[in-house]
Each structure stands twice: as structure tokens, then as C-alpha cells.
């Protein structure tokens, strides 16, 4: 589920086709008797379509910012050690290309992210405004929400059951490693 400091936006499509299916079962017989009540069991053929194209995009989009995202995993892995390893010379020196190296790095990591919640957006407000009716939007809008506090609520009692509490980490020491000049 978690990807790129965020929900993958494909995501968005499992969560509407399975609302959909469960609404579509549920209103049945109401669906079988005519009756049409607005709900995602009644997304259209082009509603439908449009969700499809949609999705495809989407998952073209998320493999290439993942493909990115590994590509600067390696690099941040490879450059700034053999920077270290291979070099003699004044060891200030040293450590400030790698630094260099690796403020670089962070930069593109954060290019990484920002792109990530631009694809996120652009897919999340496509549906909500472009293909599902305001009711759709506003209940999948909802189904969402509900989705990521009832995940969120898992997340703090899997901590509090292994002895962790997410407040007093950031207050807790963190372990820094120096390389003694």
C-alpha cells in the first residue's frame, strides 16, 4: 500500500471496484427491479471506460517513477562509497564530495516524492471531478477517508502490542554512526 512516502495512486481504482462490487451486490435486486439510486453499482459503460484508460495511464506512470526511484537507490548506494573507498588524500576533502554527493542525491529523492504526490493528485482529482458524478466522488471521497483512519488506527495498535509508541520515537535518541577523521 505504501509507496513513494504515499498511497500508490492505483490504489484509487481497487478501492472504486471494490465499493462497486459490494454496492452492486447489496442493491441487486433494487438494480434487477430498475430502481437507480446514483451509487458506484451503477458506474456507467463510460464511466467504466474512462476508469479503465484511467488506470492503465496511471500504473504506466507509477512503474516509471518506481524505476526512477530505483535508479537513485543504487547511485546513492554506489557513488558516495566509492567516492570514500577510492580516494586518497585529505580525508576533509573526501567527506565533503561524498556530502556533496549526497546532498544531490536527496534532492533528486525529493524530486522523486514530489512527482509521486503530483501523480497522486492529478489521478485523484481526474476521478473525482472528471468521472464519477458528485455522489460517486463524494462517497468515494468518504470510503477513502475511512480507509486511511481505519488503516492509521491498525498501524497504532501494532505498535502499541511490539512497544512502540510513534509519539515518544521522535523524542527517543537516535543512533548516529561518524567516521572518525
Not at 462497486?20 to 456507467?44: A, C, D, I
Not at 522523486?112 to 455522489?135: G, Q, W, Y
Not at 512502540?164 to 537516535?174: I, L, Q, V, W
Request: aromatic share 6%; charged share 25%.
Amino acid at each position: 500500500m505504501l509507496w513513494i512516502s504515499g498511497c500508490r495512486p492505483s490504489s484509487y481504482f481497487r478501492l472504486l471496484y471494490a465499493i462497486s462490487g459490494k454496492e452492486f451486490e447489496s442493491h441487486l435486486n433494487n438494480y434487477l427491479q430498475g430502481k437507480r439510486t446514483g451509487h458506484f453499482s451503477e458506474l456507467s459503460s463510460l464511466q467504466l471506460n474512462s476508469v479503465d484508460e484511467l488506470q492503465r495511464k496511471t500504473i504506466r506512470q507509477e512503474n516509471q517513477l518506481s524505476n526512477k526511484l530505483a535508479s537513485l537507490q543504487e547511485e546513492i548506494a554506489d557513488q558516495p562509497f566509492a567516492i570514500i573507498a577510492n580516494e586518497v588524500g585529505d580525508l576533509d576533502e573526501i567527506y565533503g564530495e561524498a556530502e556533496k554527493t549526497l546532498d544531490r542525491h536527496a534532492k533528486s529523492l525529493m524530486n522523486v516524492v514530489e512527482e509521486a504526490d503530483k501523480l497522486r493528485m492529478e489521478i485523484l482529482k481526474e476521478l473525482v471531478t472528471n468521472i464519477l458524478s458528485p455522489l460517486q466522488a463524494v462517497n468515494f471521497l468518504l470510503a477513502s477517508k475511512k480507509l486511511h483512519l481505519c488503516i492509521n488506527a491498525w498501524g497504532k495498535t501494532r505498535d502499541q502490542q511490539h512497544g512502540r509508541n510513534r509519539e515518544t520515537a521522535d523524542r527517543e535518541p537516535h543512533v548516529q554512526l561518524h567516521l572518525e577523521k
